[in-house]
């Protein structure tokens, strides 16, 4: 039989926890594609990107799809995730944001940067359905084909945006402002996915192995707040070099003025 399902089984406050968890992630990852547009070289390049791909996919979009999914019940019904289709999304979600980001190039490129914006908002869509897949319950799940489009027109649309916030402004503010339209990006992708489900409930259905969320969730947690660590540190200490750089080039002139007098 057809059941309502709740998608704030444990209040609203879980939607803001994903809403930062993925700003976070995207404003980091953000910060690491602009480094990596200014790069000295191709291998320099593609490692920002990397760490870019590392905090986008796997702590905006992956780990932010799991904490809201806490919210997510079925009365009356168990919910589990199958843990190969689980590290795929996430997987998927990495490497298909990488293609996107080394997509855009190092210059603003209308064509490049809506083919990037087009694959990050893939990225974003299919790691939210594989991770739908990874769920496995007493019955089945179907979906709303007109809000599954929905949900992937705003992916794209959304990533293209921040992707374009990134690239062609130079502001700090306005780039933070990036990663806050990636959020929406994501998260707004996600509940309208989840607006999309159908469950029917049959009791008759073996109940589903696995685990938990919960019990995958919080080293999940730790493990994406650890791989935030790296890319904070090397923007860090990446603005840090270019402020060196910019006080060191400016000190051979004054010099200079000084010996003319």
């Given at each position: 039989?057809?059941?309502?399902?709740?998608?704030?089984?444990?209040?609203?406050?879980?939607?803001?926890?994903?809403?930062?968890?993925?700003?976070?992630?995207?404003?980091?990852?953000?910060?690491?594609?602009?480094?990596?547009?200014?790069?000295?070289?191709?291998?320099?390049?593609?490692?920002?990107?990397?760490?870019?791909?590392?905090?986008?996919?796997?702590?905006?979009?992956?780990?932010?799809?799991?904490?809201?999914?806490?919210?997510?019940?079925?009365?009356?019904?168990?919910?589990?995730?199958?843990?190969?289709?689980?590290?795929?999304?996430?997987?998927?979600?990495?490497?298909?944001?990488?293609?996107?980001?080394?997509?855009?190039?190092?210059?603003?490129?209308?064509?490049?940067?809506?083919?990037?914006?087009?694959?990050?908002?893939?990225?974003?869509?299919?790691?939210?359905?594989?991770?739908?897949?990874?769920?496995?319950?007493?019955?089945?799940?179907?979906?709303?084909?007109?809000?599954?489009?929905?949900?992937?027109?705003?992916?794209?649309?959304?990533?293209?945006?921040?992707?374009?916030?990134?690239?062609?402004?130079?502001?700090?503010?306005?780039?933070?402002?990036?990663?806050?339209?990636?959020?929406?990006?994501?998260?707004?992708?996600?509940?309208?996915?989840?607006?999309?489900?159908?469950?029917?409930?049959?009791?008759?259905?073996?109940?589903?192995?696995?685990?938990?969320?919960?019990?995958?969730l919080f080293p999940v947690f730790v493990i994406g707040l650890l791989a935030l660590v790296v890319p904070i540190t090397a923007v860090m200490l990446a603005s840090d070099r270019g402020a060196n750089a910019t006080q060191s080039s400016s000190r051979p002139v004054a010099s200079a003025a000084g010996k003319h007098r």
């Open positions: 039989m057809n059941h309502h399902v709740h998608h704030f089984d444990m209040g609203l406050w879980l939607l803001f926890l994903a809403y930062i968890v993925s700003v976070t992630g995207s404003v980091v990852g953000l910060a690491c594609t602009r480094c990596g547009a200014a790069a000295a070289n191709e291998r320099d390049r593609l490692r920002w990107l990397l760490m870019a791909a590392i905090a986008i996919g796997g702590v905006g979009i992956w780990l932010m799809h799991f904490i809201a999914m806490l919210g997510f019940a079925i009365p009356n019904s168990v919910v589990r995730y199958h843990l190969g289709w689980t590290v795929a999304s996430a997987v998927l979600a990495i490497s298909a944001v990488f293609g996107g980001l080394v997509t855009i190039g190092r210059t603003f490129d209308l064509r490049r940067l809506i083919a990037g914006g087009v694959i990050t908002g893939l990225a974003v869509a299919s790691m939210h359905y594989t991770g739908m897949w990874a769920m496995q319950i007493q019955g089945t799940i179907s979906y709303d084909k007109f809000l599954v489009v929905l949900s992937f027109l705003i992916a794209i649309v959304a990533a293209t945006a921040a992707l374009w916030f990134t690239l062609a402004l130079k502001s700090p503010v306005l780039r933070f402002a990036a990663g806050l339209v990636m959020g929406v990006a994501v998260v707004g992708m996600h509940y309208t996915g989840m607006a999309a489900v159908r469950v029917t409930v049959d009791r008759t259905a073996p109940v589903p192995g696995g685990p938990e969320a919960f019990s995958f």
